[in-house]
């Protein structure tokens, strides 16, 4: 399976990227994920991305291209991929079509999740990470553990910096620019299917699972 969930910052892709890798055992291939690390890492790129990240604003393409060729060319993703937050652009879905064509995959699919934008401000205002493992909380669903310390590691709970009202704002703004013309591109190809973010955690799911049944994933 070859996929990317598209969406806005907090329709649930991390969420959802989690359970189809856990299910289909492929991997999830986040760039928010990969440069948060480089940032906890200070790496040359980490201190590069951090204010950028910050500010809600985006990495520039060809460090996010170099960054995707080189986790591609990784032995676990020749059974398929989740792509999680990538691409982001116009430029980063053309770069990802070079690659995919180097590498032979033609059966690509595209998920959109939607979500309305004041839930999109709820859930990511209220979202809590571990600062240590990642772990997803939320308070709007479930006080923080005691402590403020993750049950999974005993990391500290913290909030993400970009998580910041100004900077969701910010966030979606971005997401509306530069990736929503990402849905008339992939509509183009063919391989747009849309799924209603709102719902449950496991009814997205379900609906994810179904339009790739269907597809005969
Ligand atoms: P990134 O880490 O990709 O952040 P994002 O796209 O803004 O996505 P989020 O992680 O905020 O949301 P999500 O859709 O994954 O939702 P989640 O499942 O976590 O990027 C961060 C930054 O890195 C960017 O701003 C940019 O600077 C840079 N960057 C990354 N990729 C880049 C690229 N390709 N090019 C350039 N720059 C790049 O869920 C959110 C919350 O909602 C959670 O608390 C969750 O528990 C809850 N939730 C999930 N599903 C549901 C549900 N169905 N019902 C209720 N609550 C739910």
Known sequence: MYLILLG?????????????MKKNDI????????????????????????EIMARGELVSDDIILGMVENRLSMPDCKKGFILDGFPRTIPQAEGLDVLLEKMNILNLKVIEIYVPQEELVRRLTSRRICANCGKDYNISVKPLPP???????????????????????????????????????????????????????????????????????
């Open 27 to 50: 991997p999830q291939i986040s760039t928010g994920d990969i440069l948060r690390s480089e940032v906890a890492d200070q790496t040359e790129l980490g201190l590069r991305a951090k």
């Open 147 to 217: 402590g403020g310390k993750c049950e999974r590691c005993g990391g500290d709970i913290i909030q993400r910096e970009d998580d910041k009202e100004a900077t969701i704002k910010n966030r979606l703004q971005v997401y509306q620019e530069l990736t929503a013309p990402l849905v008339s591109y992939y509509q183009g190809k063919g391989n747009l299917h849309r799924v209603d973010g709102k719902k449950s955690v496991d009814s997205v799911f379900d609906n994810i699972e179904k339009i790739l049944l269907a597809r005969g994933q």
């Open 8 to 20: 806005a910052p907090g329709v649930g892709k991390g969420t959802q990227a989690k359970m189809l």
